[in-house]
């Protein structure tokens, strides 16, 4: 028997054992083709040197090879190592440091001739994907009967019975070892390893230890599995902190202070715009739960995976720093069709608009940041930017296919009309704007006197005052007064 039948043999033996459906008898080893399916397998059959099919007679298992170089990844592979991991969420953080525990597992697959199972739609596939290409660590995709609408995987395995099996289950049960990434607490993956621990001959489990809440890696340790640990990789600290001081005369002069030192008082450009009506056009930056507007998801990807912890710094103030560096606003859809990417902006003055900002729990997120840039009304409309039309939805067909872009839905529970929404259609690049034209502002803090150091615009810095009302509010009775530092 070669080593690929034996491989697949020792599948279905373990998908035997797990969930009980008989022992193990002589197999039955045959050549399929690519069109396998429950009811016509002899037809299949006849169809030499296509598929591998290994099918246990008393359980009911059968795995099935997607090609010849599926085949060829068996029969070189020295051991399987399935990775596993519970949800990775939305914060670049995190991604980031998952990412680390990853590229370990990749890297020493690579360099062990391991190859990985991913279960086909499991959280760590697409990460898993990326890692693989960046390492050159072997990968294969296992899916668990047919799914409409996806690409066939590597490995398909199939049961005749009525097993109840989840692609985690059947991860976690063919491989010879587990590599936990994360694991949450009372969740189904860590069910599931711990009746992978309750087996006499579980082979080995490495379970991530991490800070992150529910993590249930200690938990598994107690209960058999090998701890886990990633280091975090640290950048040295910059020992001189920079901040912005505006001089008598009006000027921005850089100032460079001490580490630990508060920041010199005394900022900075022109106040009178933060309150001025028909004047100037904000534009308020927010944190991004993944890439930027000009970069693309696999892109994102391998540069949390591959960057320094800087990379994974994604919030409202890091967002205005790369516009700043950048020098222009980049569309995106965020709010609008994905036809039409605009930028966009709000005529209500600034400190009014901060005043009314409110938690969106539906998006886990702010309306409003006090971070961004604004820009003068009559210069946004010399460029092409225009108010929103806000109507119902079968409005939206009426307008010109060039003026789809100010198309806003009116809204159900919150009227958007209140924004005073205008937009641009594609990239404002803010290079070809006068200096007085264009104006930054950011929440106070050290950091942000930090990141906001030699910038080619006025800058105001903004601080806030919470006062509870006797009244209830939507902020839970709590009202933010802001005004300039």
């Known amino acids: 028997m070669g080593s690929v039948e034996r491989t697949i043999r020792c599948w279905c033996d373990r998908l035997d054992a797990a969930f009980q459906l008989g022992a193990s008898e002589p197999t039955q080893l045959g050549i399929a083709g690519s069109a396998l399916s429950k009811s016509d397998d002899s037809a299949a059959v006849s169809k030499a040197n296509e598929r591998l099919v290994h099918a246990s007679q008393a359980a009911r298992f059968s795995v099935e090879l997607k090609d010849k170089e599926t085949e060829l990844v068996l029969s070189n592979a020295c051991s399987f190592t399935s990775l596993v991991s519970s949800r990775w969420g939305h914060d670049p953080q995190r991604h980031r440091k998952l990412g680390q525990y990853l590229m370990r597992s990749a890297s020493e697959a690579r360099i062990q001739q391991t190859v990985l199972l991913v279960a086909v739609g499991s959280a760590v596939e697409p990460w898993a994907r990326r890692a693989s290409k960046l390492t050159g660590a072997s990968m294969l995709r296992i899916g668990f009967e047919e799914r409409a609408g996806r690409s066939r995987p590597q490995i398909l395995v199939r049961c005749s019975g009525h097993v109840m099996m989840t692609r ?78 505006v001089g008598s005369s009006g000027e921005r002069v850089a100032v460079k202070q001490s580490s630990g030192q508060e920041p010199q008082a005394g900022l900075f450009a022109a106040r009178a715009w933060l309150e001025e009506m028909d004047g100037w056009l904000v534009h308020c930056t927010r944190a991004s739960n993944g890439p930027w507007p000009d970069e693309t998801r696999a892109q994102y990807q391998d540069t949390i995976l591959t960057g320094d912890s800087q990379h994974a710094n994604r919030t409202a103030l890091d967002a205005l720093s790369r516009i700043i560096q950048s020098r222009q606003l980049l569309a995106s859809a965020i709010v609008s069709s994905r036809e039409y990417p605009v930028v966009c902006f709000s005529a209500v003055p600034l400190l009014r608009l901060l005043q009314q900002r409110c938690f969106r729990a539906h998006v886990h997120r702010w309306d409003y940041e006090p971070y961004g840039i604004a820009v003068r009304l009559e210069v946004v409309r010399r460029l092409g930017g225009l108010p929103v039309i806000y109507g119902q939805p079968e409005d939206r067909e009426k307008l010109s296919s060039g003026q789809r872009f100010r198309y806003q839905a009116l809204g159900k529970s919150v009227d958007w009309r209140k924004e005073k929404e205008w937009r641009i259609a594609g990239n404002l690049p803010l290079r070809t704007l006068q200096e007085d034209d264009v104006r930054v502002f950011a929440l106070d803090s050290p950091l942000a006197r930090e990141s906001l150091i030699d910038i080619p615009w006025g800058l105001t810095l903004l601080e806030r005052e919470t006062r509870r009302l006797s009244k209830k509010t939507q902020n839970g009775g709590l009202s933010e007064i802001w005004k300039a530092v």
């Open 168 to 245: 985690d289950q059947g991860a976690i049960t063919m491989a010879d070892r587990i590599d936990a990434l994360y694991v949450r607490r009372s969740g189904h993956i860590e069910h599931c390893l711990i009746k992978r621990l309750e087996q006499p001959t579980h082979h080995q489990l490495r379970v991530g230890i991490t800070s992150l809440p529910n993590c249930a890696g200690f938990q598994l340790m107690q209960a058999g599995a090998i701890g886990w640990f990633v280091p975090e990789q640290t950048e040295p600290a910059d020992p001189v902190r920079k901040s912005v001081h």
